[in-house]
């Protein structure tokens, strides 16, 4: 097993609400806003990982900072388009096999989201599109280099304080010399309180049909919205089981 010790985000870049001032009221609906991948909200996260006792030695560490643009579309009176980037810069040091220490960019995930922009009558919060694997990682250790493409989907409900639902992908090659065949899987539940503090417990599992293997890192986050309308995100978690040789590999979650 192991231990995912320490991550950190800064959600920066965010579109402000309606209104000249942050109200405590304003900062409540922000953050529930932000606990919505669909919500129609220009973000830029910024989200530092840090992984370490990796590799069958221990001493492997790896520290990856995913750029995750979040930009809406307005396509019709009825209808969205949510375009969701994954961008990682990633710095290793071992873990992997016959890996030394390298910098630099991984494979860039780009999703696309077409959604309602009203709940359904249920009160469901769906969106559901492609999603494309680009090969701009700069070195083999980094990412895959390689092109894919497959579908992706995400459906919640918010009541109240509450938001919980889950995300999900899968990507296939096309035409490339590694075969991918991976399944992502993200359910999600959190709780934000009147002060704007969010509370999640998520999972960001990752299922390699070609290797029979699972990746679960199981985490716990505390975001908090200040009124200057910036999030900041802290959180911890443990790999509930993983092949320590796939640490670095498809970023393909939200």
Same mark, same amino acid.
């Given at each position: ?107 860039? =995930?780009?999703?696309?989201?077409? %959604?309602?922009?009203?709940? #359904? !009558?249920? /009160?469901?919060?769906?969106?559901? +599109? &492609? ?90 986050? =505390?975001?908090?919205?200040?009124? %200057?309308?910036?999030?900041? #995100? !802290?959180? /911890?978690?443990?790999?509930?089981? +993983? &092949? ?11």
């Amino acid at each position: 097993m192991n231990l995912r010790l320490l991550r950190c985000s800064i959600l920066a870049g965010i579109g402000a609400l309606s209104g000249t001032a942050w109200a405590e009221s304003q900062e409540e609906e922000l953050a529930k806003l932000l606990a919505n991948p669909v919500a129609a909200l220009i973000s830029v996260p910024f989200q530092l990982n840090h992984d370490q006792n990796l590799g069958a030695d221990r001493n492997g560490s790896h520290w990856i900072l995913n750029v995750q643009p979040v930009v809406p579309f307005h396509l019709a009176d009825d209808w969205n388009l949510i375009s969701r980037t994954i961008l990682p810069i990633a710095s290793i040091d071992g873990g992997l096999p016959d890996s030394g220490s390298e910098t630099g960019l991984g494979d860039t =995930v780009q999703s696309l989201f077409l %959604s309602p922009k009203k709940p #359904s !009558a249920g /009160g469901w919060i769906w969106g559901a +599109g &492609p999603v494309f694997l680009l090969p701009t990682s700069t070195d083999n250790s980094l990412g895959l280099g390689e092109w894919g493409a497959g579908v992706t989907g995400v459906a919640l409900k918010q009541q109240g304080q509450w938001t919980y639902g889950g995300l999900t992908n899968h990507i296939w090659d096309i035409d490339g010399d590694t075969d991918i065949n991976q399944t992502f899987l993200q359910p999600f539940i959190s709780y934000t309180n009147s002060n704007a503090w969010t509370f999640t417990l998520n999972t960001e599992s990752t299922y390699s049909w070609e290797t029979d293997q699972w990746s679960v890192p199981i985490n716990g986050v =505390v975001t908090k919205v200040p009124n %200057s309308g910036i999030n900041l #995100s !802290a959180w /911890g978690g443990e790999y509930a089981t +993983g &092949p320590t040789a796939q640490i670095v590999d498809l970023t393909v979650g939200a």
